[in-house]
């Protein structure tokens, strides 16, 4: 493929994403806590409907990852849904969401009956949707098969086979159709790790002090430090912090990073040399799943004049 075919596919798919994600959010029901949309490395969306079907245009049509700008597999942690988003190079989006009872899981070798679309369904009822960019009934009942379906973490669809049928209200004519998808092998988890320097230079005109350390991690982060120190002393406490401190973690090579603050929380009392207790908390979302994660470590620290 030639850079300027690449570049298109890219900027195709860019404008895709981003289609999808607004028809998604006005069409239907959005998944609560979805993992993020994957490629499928193999599968299959067909579907078909008789002359006068409104959604199929009474056409034949199969898609796959390899004939499609886009071909994704999305799922909540609940592992109550499943949805596909399929995008052909002439720029259709198509859009099919299968949905369990409210507080159930999907469960392969269950067919759903009467299922409706979103808001028109209830808590009781399964939920079907299947639309394309221009075509979309608000109204309508149908019912799918999940015959197989593999999880892997955090509702990451491994392996999905399901087939489906709907109606919509006001007609009689269904388009039925059938979804196999085969996805990447799932991402690793994310782990993050942070470690505190022992010692760090206290300004005794100002007890302003520098702290530090370094973060780790198994997959690029950006990862927010919130680190704070006490130190306590005859007459009080001093006690400072600094909140936020992002830092950027590329897996292999730890991670620096330094901040310096005074004692916030009472300024009659400044920190001294000598020994102090310093703590820092590590938070970073994972860039595959709808997860954060975090890691905490408390360590003395020896406070140097400088």
């Not at 404008?15 to 193999?42: Q, R």
Request: hydrophobic share 35%; proline share 7%.
């Amino acid at each position: 493929m030639t850079g300027s075919s690449i570049l298109g596919r890219n900027v195709a798919r860019t404008a895709a994403v981003l289609t999808a994600a607004f028809a998604l959010a006005v069409t239907t029901a959005p998944f609560t806590g979805t993992a993020h949309a994957h490629e499928a490395v193999t599968g299959s969306l067909s579907f078909s409907g008789e002359p006068g079907e409104y959604i199929s245009g009474g056409q034949s049509h199969v898609h796959t990852p390899e004939t499609t700008e886009m071909f994704d597999i999305s799922g909540p942690t609940s592992e109550s849904a499943v949805g596909a988003t399929v995008v052909t190079p002439e720029g259709e989006r198509w859009a099919l969401s299968m949905s369990a009872p409210y507080g159930q899981k999907l469960v392969a070798g269950t067919t759903y009956s009467n299922a409706r679309s979103w808001p028109e369904a209830g808590p009781e009822d399964p939920q079907l949707q299947f639309s394309v960019t221009d075509r979309y009934c608000e109204s309508g009942t149908g019912s799918f098969t999940i015959s197989h379906i593999v999880y892997g973490p955090h509702g990451y669809i491994r392996e999905i086979d399901a087939a489906f049928e709907r109606t919509c209200s006001g007609s009689t004519l269904p388009v039925r159709g059938e979804l196999h998808a085969r996805m990447p092998e799932p991402p690793a988890e994310l782990a993050v790790g942070v470690q505190l320097n022992t010692t760090g230079p206290v300004a005794t005109r100002t007890g302003e002090i520098t702290v530090g350390g370094t973060t780790t991690c198994n997959k690029p982060a950006r990862i927010s430090i919130d680190v704070s120190a006490y130190q306590t002393q005859k007459h009080g406490t001093a006690t400072g912090s600094h909140e936020n401190l992002i830092v950027v973690c590329e897996p292999g090579t730890p991670a620096p990073w330094t901040t310096s603050f005074t004692s916030n929380i009472d300024p009659t009392v400044s920190f001294q040399p000598g020994t102090a207790v310093l703590r820092g908390l590590a938070r970073a979302d994972d860039r595959d799943y709808p997860v954060s994660v975090t890691d905490f470590q408390s360590d003395d620290i020896t406070l140097v004049r400088s």
